[in-house]
Each structure stands twice: as C-alpha cells, then as structure tokens.
C-alpha cells in the first residue's frame, strides 16, 4: 500500500514475488506520494483463502499466470487469468489479480467488476476489499475507502497492507495523523521490519507530539 513507491508499471513488475503478487514492495525515497500509486495492492496466492480446494492442476495454471505477472507481462498474465477463471470460477483469488492488472492499465470499470467477482465469491476477502480500497481512493472516494480497507482488517487483522494503506490514507487524505500511525505500527508489527515504513513512524510520531505540545499551549 508510497515514498516514490511504484512510480512505473516496470518498477510495479520488478517488486512481485511469484508467488505474492504485487504484495507490496517499498521505494527509495523519503516522501510519501499522494499520487494514485501510493498504496499497496495486495495480490492472492494459490493457497491464500481462494474458495474450495483448488486442485493440482488449477495450482498449477495459478502459479504459471502469477508468474507471468511478475516477470511484467501483463497482457499475457490477463490471458492467463481469464483462462483460469473460465475453468475454475470459484477462486476469488484470480479475480483480484485481474483487478490489479487492470489497475495497471488504469482500467476502472473492469476493475471493479473483478472485485465485484471476488467479493460474490467472498464477501470478506480480504485481497478483495483491500482492491476495493484502492480504487476507491484513486477515485476520491476517501471515506469509502476507509470503509472497505476497515473491512479488511476486521474480517482479517494480520492482513498487512491494508494496514499499511489505512496508514496512507489517514495520513496524505484524511489528515488523521494519530489514525495513520496506529495502522502504521499495526503494519510494521505484522510485516517484522520495514526501514521506510519505520523512518515514517518516527516522523510521524514527532508531528504527533509537536500537534499535542500546541494543543496543550493553546489550553
């Protein structure tokens, strides 16, 4: 759920694990961009809560498709998604992978209907509603934004980017300092070790003290 994070499509494909898709990798910089890329989308594996029992060989068609989208290729990750979708279409999973690349390709309409898919399937996948978050944002949808990635991280407390992106939500669009370091240290407890994510808690954490030291003045 960035910092110069995710500033390019090359960039986006260079930071997928294979089998994590787009699970979030950090940037370089030391600022927080407001832009729409600054959040992290949130990928589904084959076995992260994809619907029934996926069988071999649609584990392996998953695999293949993932790791087509980590190499970059998004064209043929796509082909290889609605594939998987025509033969198993009861994984929310796929359905969110597909949303993110039409993320990429600035897509919103089909967008939101793979999230819409996903969440027929799974009204409380988490992937799905952190999806859901992202698009809402981009759109500046703030506060349903908020809903959809609280939704998140109630159905599933230990899902770390949508901590990560309620963090940069509170704290670029809804000016909710204390909010964003709370989800900020939710995210860094959950994930061990961010060095960014760490270099903001500590900033944020002297804006938190410096807005209580003036609210006590004016008192």
């Known amino acids: 759920?960035?910092?110069?994070?995710?500033?390019?499509?090359?960039?986006?494909?260079?930071?997928?694990?294979?089998?994590?898709?787009i699970a979030g990798c950090g940037g370089s910089g030391g600022v927080r961009d407001t832009g729409a890329a600054a959040q992290r989308a949130g990928g589904a594996t084959p076995g992260d809560a994809m619907g029934p029992e996926i069988p071999p060989q649609a584990m392996t068609l998953f695999e293949q498709a993932t790791a087509v989208m980590a190499s970059g290729d998004f064209v043929d990750a796509e082909l290889r998604f609605k594939e998987f979708?025509?033969?198993?279409?009861?994984?929310?999973?796929?359905?969110?992978?597909?949303?993110?690349?039409?993320a990429q390709n600035?897509?919103?309409e089909n967008t939101r209907s793979a999230i819409d898919q996903a969440l027929a399937l799974d009204a409380d996948y988490a992937p799905a509603l952190n999806q859901l978050g992202m698009l809402l944002r981009r759109n500046g949808n703030f506060l349903e934004a908020e809903a959809?990635?609280?939704?998140?991280?109630?159905?599933?407390?230990?899902?770390?980017?949508?901590?990560?992106?309620l963090g940069v939500l509170n704290e670029l669009y809804l000016q909710?300092?204390?909010a964003a370091l709370q989800h900020f240290e939710t995210y860094q407890t959950l994930v061990g070790e961010d060095k960014q994510v760490e270099r903001w808690i500590a900033d944020l954490r002297r804006r938190v003290a410096a807005s209580q030291r003036t609210a006590n003045v004016a008192d």
Not at 4 to 21: E, H, N, P
């Open 176 to 178: 909710r300092l204390d």
């Open 1 to 21: 759920m960035w910092l110069q994070r995710f500033t390019d499509k090359s960039r986006l494909a260079a930071c997928v694990l294979t089998l994590l898709v």
């Open 106 to 108: 600035e897509d919103d």
């Open 148 to 165: 959809a990635y609280l939704k998140a991280v109630t159905v599933s407390p230990d899902y770390a980017l949508a901590h990560y992106n």
């Open 85 to 102: 979708v025509l033969l198993y279409p009861d994984y929310p999973g796929a359905y969110v992978n597909l949303a993110i690349i039409h």
